[in-house]
């Protein structure tokens, strides 16, 4: 199993930056296509972003999309988010998850971290 751990939340004034972080253990995180999800309060739980193993491919939802930046240093077992021009309506509670290589879903979860835009 790999177990997950984030980072990097905290209040920010909007138009500010933040930059999560998700680090691995128990695994390496290179065997893994890993995502960014997030959830507000009273919302579904939405993909923000997804990064394969290889970096050929790179996801994000409109939403954040030319804000948001995911990528991945495997030798240091860690996915990032890169969070720009943040807005209120990105507050939310950040969770990373790991895509099982041979399930293909997103088998293993971070515990979260909460990120507070104020306006």
């Known amino acids: 199993q790999v177990q997950l751990v984030e980072s990097g939340g905290g209040l920010v004034q909007a138009g500010g930056s933040l930059r999560l972080s998700c680090t691995a253990s128990?695994?390496?995180?290179?065997?893994?296509?890993m995502g960014w999800f997030r959830q507000a309060p009273g919302k579904e739980r939405e993909l923000v972003a997804r990064?394969?193993?290889?970096?050929?491919?790179?996801y994000y939802a409109d939403s954040v999309k030319g804000r948001f930046t995911i990528s991945r240093d495997n030798a240091k077992n860690t996915v990032y988010l890169q969070m720009n021009s943040l807005k209120p309506e990105d507050t939310a509670v950040y969770c990373c998850?790991?895509?099982?290589?041979?399930?293909?879903?997103?088998?293993?979860w971070g515990q979260g971290t909460q990120v507070t835009v104020s306006s």
């Open positions: 998850a790991a895509e099982g290589p041979v399930t293909y879903t997103y088998d293993y």
């Open positions: 128990g695994r390496p995180i290179s065997w893994y296509v």
């Open positions: 990064i394969t193993r290889s970096d050929a491919s790179t």
